[in-house]
């Protein structure tokens, strides 16, 4: 995946959880509670330092970032803004940078 789609990854992120945040935690339009403010700078972190292309399994990856409250927060997030949103496609393609770990 080149750099380029590294934006539109972070804008899709951006996206998905100023959705969820908007429909769970009833934050304003354009606005994030603490709790998803620090999701979306961890998988922003999380998106950003992976350098290796095709993403390996974790097994192979030297960088086992992600803990498992975030991938279970970041799951869900999808799960529910991938469903408001039908993106379902950008979902799948999202998804493999935070599944494993
Ligand atoms: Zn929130």
Same mark, same amino acid.
């Given at each position: 995946?080149?750099?380029?789609?590294? &934006?539109? &990854?972070?804008?899709?992120? =951006?996206?998905?959880?100023?959705?969820?945040?908007?429909?769970? %935690?009833?934050?304003? @339009?354009?606005?994030? !509670?603490?709790? !998803?403010?620090?999701?979306?700078? *961890?998988?922003?972190?999380?998106?950003?330092?992976?350098?290796?292309?095709?993403?390996?399994?974790?097994? &192979?990856?030297?960088? %086992?970032? *992600?803990?498992?409250?975030?991938?279970? @927060?970041? #799951?869900? =997030?999808?799960? *529910?803004?991938? #469903?408001?949103?039908?993106?379902?496609?950008? =979902?799948?393609?999202?998804? %493999?940078?935070? @599944? %494993?770990?």
């Amino acid at each position: 995946m080149s750099k380029a789609n590294i &934006d539109d &990854d972070l804008r899709t992120l =951006v996206l998905f959880i100023e959705t969820y945040c908007r429909g769970k %935690h009833q934050s304003p @339009k354009g606005a994030l !509670c603490q709790e !998803c403010r620090e999701l979306l700078a *961890y998988s922003e972190s999380r998106r950003k330092k992976c350098p290796l292309d095709p993403k390996p399994t974790c097994n &192979d990856c030297k960088i %086992h970032c *992600y803990g498992n409250i975030q991938r279970a @927060k970041i #799951r869900e =997030v999808m799960a *529910y803004s991938g #469903r408001r949103l039908l993106l379902r496609g950008r =979902v799948d393609l999202l998804w %493999h940078f935070f @599944k %494993h770990g």
